[in-house]
């Protein structure tokens, strides 16, 4: 069966605090699988994890690249009322970069656009 899945890699191994930050932010997900590197300095070899339902992919990379997360590919969620949209925006906001505030832009109650601290990029929006 084809399977489509988000698959977010971190270099410096970062994962296992990325992973702890998406579990924090998003109440009832779960880590579905995990597999450290042979060597545990290297971080997470493969993990998988059940955020708000949408299984998602996490790695450690083993080698360092020259390229990293872009705001061009990021991680859309849409949320049930305003309250949740704040606490995402804050949780998922701190130490990272605000690419669009929290504000009406036309197309939702409500939207905000947000690095996170790793460099991976949400699309927080209230329909």
């Known amino acids: 069966?084809?399977?489509i899945r988000p698959f977010l890699m971190f270099q410096k191994a970062v994962a296992a605090d990325?992973?702890?930050?998406?579990?924090a932010a998003f109440p009832g997900s779960s880590v579905v699988t995990s597999q450290p590197h042979e060597d545990p300095s290297?971080?997470?070899?493969?993990?998988?994890?059940?955020?708000?339902?949408?299984r998602v992919l996490v790695s450690d990379s083993a080698v360092d690249h020259a390229f990293d997360f872009t705001p061009s590919s990021s991680m859309f969620v849409d949320v049930a009322?305003?309250?949740?949209?704040?606490r995402l925006v804050a949780i998922l906001g701190d130490g990272g970069?605000?690419?669009m505030p929290l504000a009406d832009y036309g197309f939702s109650q409500a939207f905000a656009w947000v690095n996170d601290r790793f460099g991976v990029s949400w699309q927080l929006n209230l329909p």
Do not use: P, S
């Not at 990325?18 to 579990?23: D, G």
């Not at 009322?81 to 704040?86: A, S």
């Open 18 to 23: 990325a992973v702890e930050l998406y579990l």
């Open 42 to 54: 290297k971080g997470i070899m493969l993990a998988e994890l059940d955020l708000a339902g949408q």
């Open 81 to 86: 009322d305003r309250d949740e949209l704040e």
């Open 97 to 99: 970069g605000v690419l």
């Open 1 to 3: 069966m084809t399977k």
